[in-house]
């Protein structure tokens, strides 16, 4: 059974810093993986996906990387701003059956950036 | 482009009553998923429908049920409401086919509340 852990739980950081999500899956046999981002009460929004043949993704100020084999994904927010402050999710999509659109999710990382 | 749209947003219910939602893909997207987010459990998969076949199910009870319809739009039906069927219902869609075209978008939810 797939398990997805995003650490840490949560992150307080003060405007224009760099920093680094975690996100560990139990299983490789992926097919991609996707980093959302979700505001309070309010549904998900679709920051990256890497495909499993991928070793990163760049979007602006965003960056996110996959090594399949040890189970890792990271996402890199540069220059950090209070509109970042959100719940970040990671996401990991595995062949399930005929369908490849079964998505495990971590518990995610709840960040704060400080003005 | 319109987003995905779920309808209703929030919901007041009683236990024992059943419940109704509705989600409208993205024009052309043919998969349309379920998502249930609750503090305790975080966000775990339902249901995932594609040209009016559910092709994968979550391990949730029987009592929670879905269906297509031919214009892609996706129902899920909850019966039998319990306290704890409280939570955010997420839908998702994507095209349904090929790579790298899996991404999958999220609607804003509905809240449903059971009292």
């Known amino acids: 059974k797939q398990e997805v852990t995003q650490i840490p739980a949560a992150l307080s950081v003060p405007e224009g810093e760099n920093l680094v999500l975690n996100c560990s899956f139990t299983?490789?046999?992926?097919?991609?993986l996707q980093w959302f981002r979700q505001d309070p009460g309010k549904g998900l929004t679709s920051l990256l996906l890497?495909?499993?043949?991928?070793r990163e993704q760049t979007s602006g100020r965003l960056n996110a990387s996959l090594d399949k084999s040890s189970g890792r994904s990271t996402l890199y927010i540069a220059a950090s701003q209070p509109g970042d402050s959100a719940t970040y999710l990671c996401a990991v999509n595995r062949n399930s059956g005929g369908s490849n659109y079964k998505l495990t999710f971590g518990k995610g990382t709840l960040l704060t950036v400080n003005p | 482009k319109a987003g995905v749209t779920q309808t209703p947003r929030y919901l007041i219910k009683t236990r024992g009553q059943q419940v109704t939602l509705s989600c409208s893909p993205i024009s052309g997207h043919r998969s349309v998923s379920w998502y249930q987010q609750t503090p305790g459990q975080g966000l775990q998969f339902l249901f995932e429908y594609f040209s009016e076949t559910q092709r994968n199910k979550g391990n949730f009870p029987g009592r929670f049920s879905g269906r297509q319809f031919s214009n892609s739009r996706s129902e899920m039906n909850v019966s039998t409401l319990e306290l704890g069927d409280s939570a955010l219902y997420l839908c998702a869609s994507s095209l349904g086919r090929g790579r790298p075209l899996n991404e999958q978008f999220f609607g804003p939810g509905t809240r449903l509340t059971v009292l």
């Open positions: 299983d490789s046999a992926i097919y991609n």
């Open positions: 890497i495909q499993s043949s991928q």
